[in-house]
C-alpha cells in the first residue's frame, strides 16, 4: 500500500510540474558605480525666489505667471561609467495629486501653487509622477559636468489668486545612466 502511495505521489508530481513549464525568461542586468556625479559637493538646497506679481495676472484657471529659471549644477561626474542624469522628485505632502504641482505652504498665503517646467523644453512636470517627474527629460553628461535646467512659476490651479505669501519645497535625488 505505501508503495503505491509512493508511486502515485511521484506520477502526480511528473504531471504537475509538467502543467507549469517554462514560457519564457527575463534577464536583469544593472551597474553600481563608485562615484557618481557631485551636486555642490554633498547634500544640495536650492534656494528660487519667484518675482512679486499682482492677482490681476493670473485671472483665470490655469494661468500663470512669474516664470523662474534656475539650474541645479551637477559637476565630477565619472566620465567612463555616467553619459546622463535624471532627476527624480520624491513624492511628499507638498505634491497636490490632482495637478502634480506644489501646494503652498505659507500659513494664510495665497490661494497659488507652484508649477515646475523642464527649462531646456519647456514641459510642464507632473511631480506626482511616481518615480520621478513625468515630462523632466535626462541631461546629458558632458566633460564630467551637467546641468539640470528648470523653472518655477505660480499656478492658478484650483481658483483665483489671492493676495499672500507662498513657499513650498520638494526634495529630490539624482539617477545616472
Known amino acids: 500500500m505505501k508503495k503505491a502511495l509512493s508511486v502515485a505521489l511521484v506520477a502526480m508530481g511528473l504531471i504537475s510540474s509538467s502543467a507549469f513549464a517554462s514560457d519564457g525568461q527575463i534577464n536583469i542586468t544593472g551597474l553600481v558605480t563608485a562615484v557618481t556625479c557631485s551636486i555642490n559637493g554633498g547634500m544640495y538646497n536650492k534656494n528660487v ?7 490681476t495676472s493670473m485671472q483665470s484657471i490655469g ?3 512669474g516664470d523662474t529659471a534656475f ?3 551637477l559637476s565630477g561626474c565619472s566620465p567612463s561609467t555616467v553619459n546622463a542624469a535624471l532627476m527624480h522628485f520624491e513624492s511628499g505632502s507638498t505634491i497636490d495629486t490632482g495637478t502634480g ?6 500659513a494664510g498665503g495665497s490661494n497659488v501653487q507652484v508649477q515646475l517646467l523642464d527649462g531646456n523644453t519647456f514641459n510642464v512636470l507632473n511631480l506626482n509622477g511616481g518615480n520621478g517627474a513625468q515630462g523632466l527629460t535626462p ?3 558632458d566633460m564630467g559636468s551637467a546641468n539640470v535646467n528648470l ?3 505660480y499656478l492658478a490651479a484650483l481658483d483665483l489668486p489671492t493676495a499672500g505669501a507662498v513657499s513650498t519645497y520638494v526634495t529630490f535625488s539624482m539617477s545616472y545612466n
Do not use: E, H, Y
Not at 525666489?49 to 492677482?55: C, E, F, I, W, Y
Open 49 to 55: 525666489t519667484l518675482p512679486s506679481v499682482s492677482v
Open 63 to 65: 494661468a500663470t505667471a
Open 71 to 73: 539650474t541645479i549644477p
Open 101 to 106: 504641482s506644489l501646494k503652498n505652504q505659507s
Open 139 to 141: 541631461v546629458s553628461i
Open 151 to 153: 523653472v518655477a512659476r
